[in-house]
């Protein structure tokens, strides 16, 4: 248990769904990430928020559109997603941006059909 | 953007055996971390590193930043079972505001 909390676990979705990834954080936390891991590839880093506000948004295609309603809770909505969009997507916390120590989530693992 | 070489990309080795893997960058990094990931997890800190030459362990880990702030090793002594998973190197960036630049992974596989 790292205190960061990701629903649901595995999601298949068709292309033309709309669905939401959720992530939760009782740390006391004041960052969070969504990053996205695809097989044979690096973590790759999709958004940041601090203190509610989005800081980065690292070239993510609109497809994917997060949201931050509070310090503790972050969302990943999704929409029209293709199948190369199928992969695990970590949610992580920490202390502030810029702090080093982040705390990962079980991950969702994702399959568009 | 900065690019990390992690290698060996997997390693088979027996129980009780010692295992060291290592990053490595064409620029210059100011923190390495080093994670790990169990099947089916999140990744899970094992090590940061925060100054060029520095040394830290964290039990049977150990991890090195290199002198020339553009690698970083971790060595794991006699192995167990339990070790398997995926190891993560990440690099780190003052002016990045904390963004991690991971590597690829070194899966790692112990025999009992």
């Known amino acids: 248990e790292t205190g960061v909390t990701q629903t649901p676990r595995h999601l298949v979705m068709g292309m033309t769904n709309k669905k939401s990834l959720k992530c939760e954080q009782h740390?006391?936390?004041?960052?969070m990430y969504w990053y996205k891991q695809s097989a044979k590839k690096p973590l790759e880093l999709m958004f940041v928020?601090?203190?509610?506000?989005?800081?980065e948004n690292n070239s993510v295609p609109s497809r994917f559109s997060p949201e931050c309603p509070n310090s503790s809770h972050l969302f990943l909505h999704l929409h029209t997603l293709q199948p190369e969009d199928s992969a695990l997507y970590l949610c992580?916390?920490?202390?502030?941006?810029?702090?080093?120590?982040?705390?990962f989530g079980q991950g969702t693992r994702l399959t568009v059909v | 953007g900065q690019q990390l070489n992690q290698s060996p990309q997997s390693m088979f080795i027996q129980e009780g055996e010692d295992v060291s893997m290592n990053c490595t960058s064409s620029?210059?990094?100011?923190?390495w971390l080093w994670y790990k990931q169990d099947p089916g997890e999140g990744p899970v800190l094992l090590i940061a590193?925060?100054?060029?030459?520095e040394l830290t362990s964290n039990g049977r880990l150990t991890a090195q930043f290199g002198i020339t702030r553009k690698d970083s090793f971790l060595n794991i002594s006699a192995s167990i079972p339990s070790d398997v998973g995926i190891y993560f190197c990440?690099?780190?960036?003052?002016?990045?505001?904390?963004?991690?630049?991971f590597g690829d992974g070194t899966t790692l596989t112990v025999k009992p």
């Open positions: 928020y601090n203190f509610k506000e989005q800081t």
């Open positions: 620029s210059i990094f100011n923190t």
């Open positions: 992580a916390s920490s202390l502030g941006q810029g702090v080093t120590e982040a705390f």
């Open positions: 990440a690099g780190q960036l003052f002016t990045n505001a904390g963004k991690s630049t």
């Open positions: 740390l006391g936390h004041n960052a």
């Open positions: 590193l925060y100054k060029a030459g």
